[in-house]
């Protein structure tokens, strides 16, 4: 029986090439002529690294005839959001300006990682403009359609990655969050996310967004492929001025471990009291499968989404000013507004903003004395469709797109790592829960969701595509 | 004769126009009083002021500092109907302290017997983004950091800056000890 590497994890795919079942080639080949055959649906890929992938494939099944260990992750099929240094491409980051530099002259320091563990990069991936979006319905290289239902957002900023993983063009595909880039597109595309710890994973090679809160991470369907991809990424890195000189924690080792001892609890109020009935039945599954009971309110969470809002506004509104004076006609135009206007923030909203972390972060370092683990939703809402301008939320229509990211960046702005765990209804589309750990606590998240996925709650399955 | 846009109305009203837009941008006042009716009735709104009967818009005129040497037609529209009446409708650019603002100008020409074309009635306006203050205050801010925000820009940034705005209100109303230091990332 001929091996199947669209259904199969990364690391199934990495025993395969080891154990010679297959080939590092034949699982390229074969994804890179299903990115073909889907790019026109989906248009999850803006490179297709053809070239790069089989070079990688090669050197791999080259590595494996030799008897040498090929890395963890031997032949397993990755792509990244086109916000990350790939050798050779030019980092477009979204936009239509930056099209005008050179190539990268290297990998980002999350690619260079990924190759050495074997991994095989396919190609760079559709994201919203300058990552400030989450939707993806980018004006430049067109919107990535949900693969779970194509009229609907994948979500973003990295919504191809989330679509390429979900449409099983990948195993794994790396993203960036900064206030929900990562989580948002787990939700609506219904896969694993994992936004690390402030500072655990390299930035180095990606372009910048807002340095307070940018955060990288990767996307796959389990939980195994996402602590895989998260280990071989660790690692100090003096490129990136916040990247942590902890040691690794590995999370791989852990995983099986049971979860005895570790306290969960569903996060209240803020958490719980708007949004579609859809996204809070997925946090009372998951409560209900980890034995969580309890309810914890957070502080102030309103005020802790508007500091992320004001940071970010004023952040990227500064680091883009000069394009904005020179090239405004050439942004999308709700990014380019949002970057206007963020360019305008008073020092006082930035700098209250700023001096709020301090203080909010100690009131949650004390709510994790008595907890581990906090249960939220990572959406108000599942995958709205493209073009949807509003959603009813409290009762009320607001606008869409400034309102998707209310539970997840109260969250990013103090750097907590994250697991966005999807939950999948029948006849109805996925919603991710946000399982939300002290800072440096992946390992345990992690653990939860392994569990999440062996009891069937949280799975991540291809979506059914008609080819 | 066709009622709606008889080329000869068309083309008189259309000189008598392009008579007026230089006597503004010349702030030739005397030009500009002749161009008006002549009477009481004579009613002219401008972007901030209301102005009844030709005394007062002449008063106006005759007060008004203006600098309209850039000021640029952006379409030009013009409806005659019948032999002695046309409506003027112009979308025009004019710089300003705090950058170029957009406006439109409307205007009821009619022919009076022995007299000739004169304005009844006259509306101009600001696109409503940009006749909000705080419009004008962020256009200020935009300028010291030497950002020209594009007309077509505006009302877009407009909207956002009052979402930030309501957004940052409570953490800007939020208490903070003063010996709370912003977030630090720089390391030495």
Known sequence: MTFDPV???????????????????????????????????????????????????????????????PGPLAGAPYAVKNIFDLAGVVTVAGSKINRDNPPATSDATAVSRLQAAGAVCLGALNMG???????????????????????????????????????????????????????????????????????RLSRAGCFPFVASLDHIGPFARSVADLAAAYDVMQGPDPRDAACTLRPPNLAMSELNRDLAGVRIAVLGGY???????????????????????????????????????????????????????????????????RLLAGALTPAASYLQAQRFRTWWRGQVQTIFQNVDVLLAPATPLTAPKLGQQSFLFAGREIPLRPNIGIFTQPITFLGLPVVAAPVQTAGALPAAVQLIGAPWSESILLRVARALEQAGVCTAPVASLAL | ??????????????????????????????????????????????????????????????????????????????????????????????????????????????????????????????PLAIADPAFTQ??????????????????GTLTNLARNAAITAPLLAFPLPDEIEPAPIFTP
């Open chain 1, 7 to 69: 259904n199969s994890s990364a690391l199934e795919i990495a025993a395969a090439v080891r154990e010679r079942r297959t080939s590092a080639r034949a699982v390229t080949e074969k994804l890179l002529a299903r990115i073909e055959a889907t790019q026109g649906r989906i248009n999850a890929f803006t490179a297709i690294t053809s070239g790069r992938a089989l070079t990688e494939a090669d050197t791999i099944d080259a590595t494996v005839a030799r008897g040498r260990d």
């Open chain 2, 138 to 155: 962020a256009l200020a801010s935009a300028k010291a950091l030497g950002l020209e925000i594009a007309p077509d820009h505006r009302a």
């Open chain 1, 271 to 337: 958490f719980e009291n708007v949004g579609e009935p859809a996204v809070h039945a997925a946090v009372s599954n998951v409560a209900a499968a980890l034995g969580a009971s309890r309810r914890v309110e957070l502080p102030a969470v309103e005020c802790a989404r508007a500091a992320a809002y004001v940071i970010t506004a004023a952040e990227a509104g500064q680091l883009h000013l000069e394009r904005l004076k020179t090239r405004a006609a050439d942004f999308d135009p709700p990014i380019r507004d």
């Open chain 1, 129 to 199: 403009e300058y990552a400030y979006d989450f939707t993806n319905e980018n004006c430049h290289d067109g919107a990535v359609h949900n693969p779970r239902d194509l009229t609907r957002s994948a979500g973003g900023s990295s919504g191809g990655s989330a679509a390429a993983v979900a449409a099983g063009l990948v195993a794994v595909a790396l993203g960036t969050d900064t206030n929900g880039s990562i989580r948002v597109p787990s939700s609506f595309s219904g896969i694993w996310g994992l936004k690390p710890t402030y500072g």
């Open chain 2, 1 to 126: 004769m066709p009622i709606i846009n008889y080329p000869a109305v068309i083309a008189e009203v259309t000189a008598c126009c392009e008579a007026y837009e230089l006597a503004l941008v010349a702030n030739d006042v005397a030009a500009l009083e002749f161009f008006f009716w002549d009477s009481p009735l004579a009613i002219r709104f401008g972007t901030s002021e209301q102005l009844y009967g030709a005394r007062a818009i002449s008063a106006f005129r005759q007060n008004r500092v203006i600098n309209f040497h850039n000021r640029r037609v952006l379409r030009f529209d013009l409806l005659a109907l019948g032999s002695d009446t046309a409506v003027a409708m112009l979308e025009y650019e004019v710089e300003v302290a705090a950058g170029t603002r957009q406006g439109r100008q409307t205007q009821v020409w009619f022919r009076f017997p022995g007299i000739g074309w004169r304005i009844t009635s006259a509306h101009v306006s600001l």
